[in-house]
């Protein structure tokens, strides 16, 4: 049962971690482009191609990619909100921490509870059998 919770959350850690790179299109339909989101403004995208910031206007990417963009910056001025250190108590992976938690200190792991509700959760597993 552990075993597959880890390997399930480390999957979910590497996809997080994945680059948000997606295939743009102009507004004519004809030419595509592989690149990252940044970050947009009402008339511009900013995005990273070929590992270089560059810009556009929305104007010159199709009515599916301005539909994106606009929910992208919908969902990036609603940012989710912060859970509180109580809640932890409450969640199925928060409660099993309490007390368990660990950070690195003079490059070895020491004991630390933790005072905030973490971001993200790293669990690291080892077996022998």
């Known amino acids: 049962m552990i075993t597959k919770f880890t390997?399930?959350?480390l999957a979910a850690l590497i996809m997080a971690s994945v680059t948000q790179a997606r295939t743009w299109t102009s507004s004519n339909n004809v030419t595509t482009f592989e690149a990252e989101y940044v970050s947009s403004t009402e008339r511009s995208l900013v995005f990273i191609h070929r590992g270089k910031k560059e810009t556009i206007r929305i104007s010159r990417l199709c009515a599916a990619?301005?539909?994106?963009i606009?929910?992208?910056?919908?969902?990036d001025a609603n940012p989710p909100k912060k859970i509180s250190y109580q809640s932890l108590r409450?969640?199925?992976v928060g409660k099993k921490l309490i007390n368990q938690t660990f950070r690195v200190k003079n490059k070895?792991?020491?004991t630390e509870n933790i005072r905030k509700v973490p971001q993200y959760?790293?669990?690291y597993?080892?077996?022998s059998w």
Do not use: H, I
């Open 108 to 110: 070895q792991f020491v």
């Open 70 to 75: 606009a929910k992208e910056r919908q969902r």
């Open 7 to 9: 390997f399930a959350t």
């Open 121 to 123: 959760y790293l669990l």
């Open 90 to 92: 409450k969640q199925k």
């Open 65 to 68: 990619d301005q539909t994106w």
């Open 125 to 127: 597993f080892a077996a």
